[in-house]
């Protein structure tokens, strides 16, 4: 699957210049923005830095006929089709999806590598949608990344900072470099490859590094939420879950809610200490070369039951193999909290899983400007009808 392009063009400004020709870039995410910025200038002669999302043909991603608006750094002479689009400002409008707010992130960020002795010899704008903006940025020391992040995300260069002092815990790789304003964070590199479709033993290992680190921080967690860690321990992530799906259809899932503080106690009852919860710890979100592994993105991280996390790691892979991994888990609780129930925890806390993811993706509604809303408007309600089938 391939993607259709048509690039809106403003200046430094913000003031309209017109579109470019469509164009076709090979791989089919929205977010993913560096083939187009590439494409732009093979095809057109144009440098440009991709501001956001500004329709699709598509109700959702991917692939697809998608418009986006673009800043012209620099060009050639291009011509230019009269197109016209929306450009008021709004309130909810993430800061790097603005005139000027690329070159004002990048800015930052290359004069903090040089005050670190790092100058920066490139950069390249990997993704951009309402859920962060990330650059590399190369170095004579190798790459570095410019990651920013939207307001409800803010915690992640909080949680980063922990794991650092994690000792020997796979997830405590990804270094940070420098926290700014606006959301901005710049992190060290990981070197490998992302492990989308990793099989069973590789995720046994993630569970096993993981383990390790949600153990240390259940001494932590006061510490965690003090900082600005989101905390959902308990009754509180009922009440975050009703919060955030207010306004939304969830009849589907109306008996799971009505029952969900009955569940939340009785999970409580299973005797499992609260930790850090990474919140979407599937395989996409672990990198490795073959020598390290490192969990990354942790911007939907929060206190709450660990349970969560292996639910999520585990979610696609065939029952059998996800039993083991489960059983794996629960005895290692086991160990460690003599006369707990992980099992029963995890049994209890299927359907919520998706229940809060389907709050999750309501939050983001909530914090991102209408346009950047066919990311996750389906979300909401695919995600609840999960949670009425595990309940």
């Known amino acids: 699957m391939s993607r259709t392009v048509t690039l809106v063009l403003v200046d430094a400004a913000?003031?309209?210049?017109?579109?470019?020709?469509?164009?076709?870039?090979?791989?089919?995410?929205?977010q993913q923005?560096?083939?187009?910025?590439?494409?732009?200038?093979?095809?057109h002669g144009v440098e440009v830095a991709v501001l956001r999302l500004?329709?699709?043909?598509r109700p959702a991603p991917p692939g697809g006929h998608v418009r986006y608006l673009a800043q012209v750094v620099e060009a050639e002479a291009v011509p230019?089709?009269?197109?016209?689009?929306?450009?008021?400002p709004h309130p909810l409008r993430m800061p790097w999806a603005e005139a000027g707010g690329p070159a004002r992130s990048v800015a930052w960020a290359t004069e903090e590598l040089r005050r670190l002795g790092r100058p920066v010899t490139a950069v390249t704008q990997q993704r951009t949608w309402n859920l962060s903006a990330i650059w590399r940025l190369d170095t004579p020391l190798g790459p570095t990344w410019l990651k920013q992040l939207p307001p409800f995300a803010a915690h992640e260069p909080t949680v980063l900072h922990w794991l650092l002092s994690t000792p020997n815990g796979v997830e405590g790789g990804v270094r940070v470099l420098g926290v700014g304003e606006r959301g901005r964070v710049l992190l060290g590199h990981v070197p490998g490859e992302d492990r989308y479709g990793a099989g069973e033993a590789e995720r046994a290992s993630v569970a096993a590094g993981h383990h390790a680190v949600q153990v240390r921080a259940v001494g932590e967690v006061d510490r965690l939420v003090a900082d600005g860690?989101?905390?959902?321990?308990?009754?509180?992530?009922?009440?975050?879950?009703?919060?955030?799906?207010?306004?939304?259809?969830?009849?589907?899932?109306?008996?799971?809610?009505?029952?969900?503080?009955?569940?939340?106690?009785?999970?409580?009852?299973?005797?499992?200490?609260?930790?850090l919860v990474h919140g979407d710890l599937h395989p996409g979100n672990v990198r490795g070369d073959g020598t390290q592994r490192v969990v990354i993105d942790?911007?939907?991280?929060?206190?709450?039951?660990?349970?969560?996390d292996i639910l999520r790691l585990t979610?696609?892979?065939?029952?059998?193999?996800?039993?083991?991994?489960?059983?794996?888990?629960?005895?290692?609780?086991?160990?460690?909290?003599?006369?707990?129930?992980?099992r029963r925890?995890?049994?209890?806390?299927?359907?919520?899983?998706?229940?809060r993811l389907a709050a999750v993706y309501a939050m983001f509604l909530a914090g991102i400007e209408p346009s950047e809303h066919p990311y996750h408007v389906h979300d909401v309600p695919a995600a609840l009808a999960r949670a009425a089938a595990a309940a």
């Open 14 to 30: 913000g003031r309209p210049l017109g579109a470019l020709p469509p164009f076709d870039v090979p791989d089919p995410w929205w």
């Open 33 to 43: 923005v560096a083939s187009v910025v590439d494409a732009a200038r093979r095809r």
């Open 54 to 57: 500004l329709d699709a043909d």
């Open 80 to 88: 230019l089709e009269p197109v016209a689009v929306d450009l008021a």
């Open 229 to 275: 860690v989101p905390d959902l321990r308990g009754v509180a992530l009922g009440r975050w879950i009703r919060g955030r799906l207010a306004g939304h259809d969830v009849t589907v899932a109306a008996r799971l809610l009505d029952r969900l503080d009955d569940r939340l106690a009785r999970v409580r009852d299973c005797g499992l200490p609260d930790t």
């Open 298 to 308: 942790w911007a939907d991280a929060f206190v709450g039951h660990p349970a969560f």
């Open 315 to 342: 979610e696609d892979l065939d029952p059998t193999a996800a039993d083991r991994l489960v059983d794996a888990w629960a005895a290692r609780w086991r160990a460690d909290v003599p006369g707990s129930d992980p």
């Open 345 to 355: 925890a995890v049994d209890l806390l299927r359907p919520v899983a998706p229940l």
